[in-house]
């Protein structure tokens, strides 16, 4: 069992890298990708509580990085956007961080996009897909998605929800892996935040700041 729990856990934070790109039922076809985001949008490192060994990423290589290593994923009854979490479609820019903190991780990612994810609709499959069982290279978990009054922000859409993941059975000791989501959408613009552990972090209020935050250096 305790073998499971790891390989589940190295498969959810991978989990938790901001990525991927959503399937037509929560977004319309990609369009051409929107300007660049330059990397000053971003939260800077002191302003995430407890941040360190922070990592930066591009957002169009990650999400091609993605689409490579989609072939191996098992469909689970058109839940498998948000079963992986995919919230950006492809022809985003981009810049994002992921940054190791006490009891996990957190990532923050700011995109550019002419095709926005629609967060009411995403919201809405969520909860169609509440609770699933999916099988992948580390075996079988099931999925917990509950999702959570979001952050409001005027002129925007947000969204706010929780996954848990744990083994079929799994006893009450061994709690599963938490992965927390906040987005913030409005034009072309998308502000996605991520924790994966126990954190204690007020993700809400540090997406509401991220956005604030990305407002400036992308001319807002």
């Given at each position: 069992?305790a073998?499971?729990?790891?390989?589940?856990?190295?498969?959810?934070?991978?989990?938790?890298?901001i990525s991927?790109?959503?399937?037509e039922?929560?977004?319309?076809a990609?369009?051409?990708?929107?300007?660049?985001?330059?990397?000053?949008?971003?939260?800077?490192p002191?302003l995430?509580?407890?941040?360190?060994a922070?990592?930066?990423f591009d957002?169009?290589?990650?999400?091609?990085?993605?689409d490579?290593g989609?072939?191996?994923?098992?469909d689970?009854?058109g839940?498998?956007?948000v079963?992986?979490?995919?919230?950006?479609?492809?022809?985003?820019?981009?810049?994002?961080?992921?940054?190791a903190?006490?009891?996990?991780q957190?990532?923050e990612?700011?995109?550019?996009?002419?095709?926005p994810?629609?967060?009411?609709?995403?919201?809405?499959?969520?909860?169609r897909?509440?609770?699933v069982?999916?099988d992948?290279?580390a075996g079988?978990a099931?999925?917990t998605v509950?999702v959570?009054?979001?952050?409001?922000?005027?002129g925007?859409?947000?969204?706010s929800?929780?996954q848990?993941?744990?083994?079929?059975?799994?006893?009450?000791?061994l709690?599963g892996?938490?992965?927390?989501?906040?987005a913030?959408?409005?034009?072309?613009?998308l502000?996605?935040?991520?924790d994966?552990g126990t954190?204690?972090?007020?993700?809400?209020?540090?997406?509401?700041?991220?956005?604030?935050?990305a407002a400036?250096?992308?001319?807002?």
């Amino acid at each position: 069992m305790a073998a499971r729990i790891r390989a589940l856990i190295l498969s959810a934070v991978a989990l938790a890298t901001i990525s991927g790109a959503s399937g037509e039922s929560i977004q319309a076809a990609p369009a051409q990708p929107s300007p660049n985001v330059p990397p000053a949008a971003l939260l800077p490192p002191e302003l995430v509580p407890g941040a360190s060994a922070r990592d930066g990423f591009d957002v169009a290589s990650a999400l091609s990085t993605s689409d490579r290593g989609r072939s191996g994923r098992v469909d689970v009854g058109g839940c498998e956007d948000v079963v992986h979490g995919r919230l950006i479609g492809a022809g985003a820019t981009g810049q994002g961080f992921q940054s190791a903190v006490p009891g996990g991780q957190v990532s923050e990612l700011v995109a550019r996009t002419t095709n926005p994810p629609d967060l009411t609709a995403w919201a809405g499959q969520a909860g169609r897909c509440s609770k699933v069982t999916v099988d992948d290279a580390a075996g079988t978990a099931v999925s917990t998605v509950t999702v959570h009054p979001a952050p409001v922000v005027p002129g925007a859409k947000t969204l706010s929800y929780q996954q848990l993941l744990t083994l079929p059975g799994q006893p009450p000791e061994l709690p599963g892996l938490r992965l927390r989501t906040v987005a913030i959408a409005a034009d072309d613009v998308l502000v996605v935040l991520r924790d994966a552990g126990t954190t204690g972090l007020d993700l809400d209020a540090l997406a509401v700041d991220a956005w604030r935050h990305a407002a400036g250096p992308l001319g807002r």
